[in-house]
């Protein structure tokens, strides 16, 4: 079974652009989460779809959306992006959101210029 | 509250046995996970446990879990070079989200 996949691997932006990041999660689940990753912070939740519902948002600003398809692909979204925004975008996808099997994907890296 | 601290750095020898402890503060807290990050990769899910547990054993890696201290702990037996990696302690508590430790970056040396 294919793991989950995560497009693109890398880019870079500028200040002020906007940018969407993508999530194929393992075939079957139903269940996307969103993390942040940054050495200054760590890794922090962002938000989790669930059968193309937000179930649960992290605290981040408005500037962070997402959105999942019925196929269960998700598509995570940065507007107006800033340099603190740099970081390791990763997703997890599980079969019904119960996180005790949690699976990640090789993660973005997003490089704001 | 949401805190899981880890210590930041460990060295230890090849074939010596790693100990990886970490502290979390919401009893609450359903379960508990040990993942591994390898450079440029995403996170590898290593093992887990239910809050209810003391001990999960699983190959060379063997947690434990004291409730009382909020303290768990992941030993990897017979450490090897495939071993060195950042790993992340988490916890969860309403299934949907995990909160992560700052990550335990364990170098082995020969």
């Known amino acids: 079974k294919a793991g989950v996949t995560q497009t693109p691997r890398y880019l870079i932006k500028t200040r002020g652009q906007q940018v969407t990041l993508s999530c194929s999660p393992i075939?079957?689940?139903?269940?996307v989460s969103w993390y942040q990753q940054t050495p200054g912070q760590g890794l922090q939740f962002l938000f989790e779809?669930?059968?193309?519902?937000?179930?649960n948002k992290g605290n981040f600003p408005g500037r962070f959306s997402g959105r999942q398809f019925s196929n269960s692909r998700s598509e995570m979204n940065v507007s107006t992006l800033e340099l603190g925004d740099s970081a390791l975008y990763l997703c997890?996808?599980?079969?019904?959101?119960?996180?005790?099997?949690?699976?990640f994907g090789p993660g973005t890296r997003l490089t704001v210029t | 509250g949401e805190d899981v601290e880890q210590s930041l750095f460990l060295s230890v020898r090849e074939g010596d046995s790693s100990v990886i402890n970490c502290t979390y503060t919401?009893?609450?807290?359903?379960?508990l996970y040990w993942y591994k990050q390898e450079p440029g990769a995403g996170l590898q899910l290593l093992t887990y446990?239910?809050?209810?547990?003391d001990m999960k054993q699983d190959q060379r890696l063997t947690v434990l879990l004291n409730k009382k201290d909020k303290h768990l702990s992941l030993r990897i037996a017979d450490t090897q070079t495939g071993d060195s990696a950042i790993y992340f302690c988490?916890?969860?508590?309403?299934?949907?989200?995990?909160?992560f430790g700052a990550g335990t970056t364990v170098t082995v040396r020969a």
């Open positions: 988490a916890e969860s508590f309403n299934d949907y989200k995990l909160s």
């Open positions: 075939s079957g689940h139903r269940s």
């Open positions: 446990i239910f809050s209810n547990m």
């Open positions: 779809y669930f059968s193309e519902t937000q179930r």
């Open positions: 997890a996808s599980s079969a019904d959101g119960s996180s005790y099997e949690q699976y």
């Open positions: 919401d009893s609450s807290s359903t379960y």
